[in-house]
């Protein structure tokens, strides 16, 4: 079994910056893909960012791409997104998500471990 455990989110004003990071323990995910998702209020779990094991192939939303960076250091067993230039949009509780058999980043149901979520709210 996997534990994922985010942190980072918090409330922050529209064009401002938040680092969300996400720590594993229990079975090691070094060779595995760590992604992020999100879920607004009334809408479905979509797809934010992902990135290999070896951390050299980012995957991003197209919403995001540019403003959002994924990284890991497998040595910590952390993945981190920094977020710049949010936008209200963005508002959303953040997952973190890994898993041994993902075929597609963007495809949910490809991974196995979820963490519990870190709310992210932008201010307008």
């Known amino acids: 079994q996997v534990q994922l455990v985010e942190s980072g989110g918090g409330l922050v004003q529209a064009g401002g910056s938040l680092r969300l990071s996400c720590t594993a323990s229990?079975?090691?995910?070094?060779?595995?893909?760590m992604g992020w998702f999100r879920q607004a209020p009334g809408k479905e779990r979509e797809f934010v960012a992902a990135i290999s094991w070896r951390g050299s192939n980012g995957q991003y939303q197209h919403s995001v791409k540019g403003r959002f960076t994924i990284s890991r250091e497998n040595g910590k067993n952390t993945v981190y997104l920094q977020m710049d230039s949010l936008k209200p949009e963005d508002t959303a509780v953040y997952y973190c998500?890994?898993?041994?058999?993902?075929?597609?980043?963007?495809?949910?149901?490809?991974?196995?471990?979820w963490g519990q979520g870190t709310q992210v709210t932008v201010s307008s």
């Open positions: 998500t890994t898993g041994s058999k993902v075929y597609n980043y963007t495809r949910g149901n490809d991974y196995e471990y």
């Open positions: 229990g079975r090691t995910t070094t060779y595995y893909p």
